[in-house]
Nanobody, 120 residues
Framework: QVQLAESGGGLVQAGGSLRLSCAIS????????MAWYRQAPGRRRELVAS???????NYADSVKGRLTISRDNAKNTFFLQMTSLKPEDTAVYYC??????????????WGEGTLVTVSS
C-alpha cells in the first residue's frame, strides 16, 4: 500500500518561509512525477510545482522565484521550500505522486493536505 503524508504547514507572517515535506511509504516500482498542489478557500485545487523522475521542473507563474520543489529519492521524500510568502499563498497544500499502474495506466496518489496560513 502506498501512502503520502505532508508535513511542515503552519502559520507564518508575510515574507516568511516554510518547508513542506511529503513522505512516501510503501513500495513503488517507478515514480513518474511528484508534485505539489494547493487549494484555497472557495477555489479549485491548482498545480503549484512538479518534478519528474528525470529532473524536469515546472512551476506555476504565481510562485516562480519564491517556491522550490526538490526530492530525495533515497528517502522517498520530496519537498517544497517556500520563501517570500504572501497572504495569497494561504491554502491547504497537497503532495501528489504519479505512478504507473497496469496496462498503460497511471495512478495519482494524494496526501491528506497540510494547511499553510500566511498573515499580513
Amino acid at each position: 500500500q502506498v501512502q503520502l503524508a505532508e508535513s511542515g504547514g503552519g502559520l507564518v507572517q508575510a515574507g516568511g518561509s516554510l518547508r513542506l515535506s511529503c513522505a512516501i511509504s510503501g513500495t513503488i516500482a517507478r515514480l513518474n512525477v511528484m508534485a505539489w498542489y494547493r487549494q484555497a478557500p472557495g477555489r479549485r485545487r491548482e498545480l503549484v510545482a512538479s518534478i519528474t523522475s528525470g529532473g524536469s521542473i515546472n512551476y506555476a507563474d504565481s510562485v516562480k522565484g519564491r517556491l522550490t520543489i526538490s526530492r530525495d529519492n533515497a528517502k522517498n521524500t520530496f519537498f517544497l521550500q517556500m520563501t517570500s510568502l504572501k497572504p495569497e499563498d494561504t491554502a491547504v497544500y497537497y503532495c501528489n505522486a504519479v505512478v504507473p499502474s497496469g496496462t498503460n495506466q497511471l495512478y495519482y496518489y494524494w496526501g491528506e493536505g497540510t494547511l499553510v496560513t500566511v498573515s499580513s
